[in-house]
T-cell receptor, first 113, second 112 residues
């Protein structure tokens, strides 16, 4: 069965510091996508970044980067220069079979001023 | 640009009552559509997805059902709600051939 694992239920980071949120996945499919979403307290799910399994370079979107290590089946999210507005739940997701998207249990990030 | 809307935003329903949550997408044709549920403090559980009108795939057997009567409309229903149906329900869409799914605003359901 498809599985996304986020082992950090909660993380703290000092404002302006970088933080890494861990994500591992489990699939034997050669083609898949990896995603990160942010969920503030309001509940909306905000798309942050996407990495394709065939992409050679790590994806970056502004202060977000995805550290993709295919052999280790990990897709960690790195947030640089943390801001107070980054405090939220963060979810890792993947679509192994193309149509279905599966999510991890999330990591709660708190940015400390 | 594409937009997705779902309603109602919040509802409180008694046990045994019916449910209908509606989701519509604008600005695209033939999208893939999804219903997820998020229990309090937990991750997202895929409930249903649809690749076209009348085509519904169920991920988890339960007392919920989904329908897609029109290309850009996705409805989540129940004939009799259970206490365990409480949660945050999210509709999402993906452009045909696209990589990413995008979510609606969500609906908070409390079954009492």
């Amino acid at each position: 069965a498809q599985k996304i694992t986020q082992t950090q239920p909660g993380m703290f980071v000092q404002e302006k510091e970088a933080v890494t949120l861990d994500c591992t996945y489990d699939t034997s499919d050669p083609s898949y996508g990896l995603f990160w979403y942010k969920q503030p307290s309001s509940g909306e799910m905000i798309f942050l970044i996407y990495q394709g399994s065939y992409d050679q370079q790590n994806a970056t979107e502004g202060r977000y980067s995805l550290n993709f290590q295919k052999a280790r089946k990990s897709a960690n999210l790195v947030i640089s220069a943390s801001q107070l507005g980054d405090s939220a739940m963060y979810f890792c997701a993947s679509n192994y079979t193309g149509n279905q998207f599966y999510f991890g249990t999330g990591t709660s990030l708190t940015v400390i001023p | 640009s594409q937009t997705i809307h779902q309603w109602p935003a919040t509802l409180v329903q008694p046990v045994g009552s019916p449910l209908s949550l509606e989701c519509t997408v604008e600005g695209t044709s033939n999208p893939n559509l999804y219903w997820y549920r998020q229990a309090a403090g937990r991750g997202l559980q895929l409930l249903f997805y649809s690749v076209g009108i009348g085509q519904i795939s169920s991920e988890v057997p339960q007392n919920l059902s989904a329908s897609r009567p029109q290309d850009r409309q996705f409805i989540l229903s129940s004939k009799k709600l259970l206490l365990s149906d409480s949660g945050f329900y999210l509709c999402a869409w993906r452009r045909r051939g696209g990589n990413t799914i995008y979510f609606g605003e969500g609906s908070w359901l409390t079954v009492v």
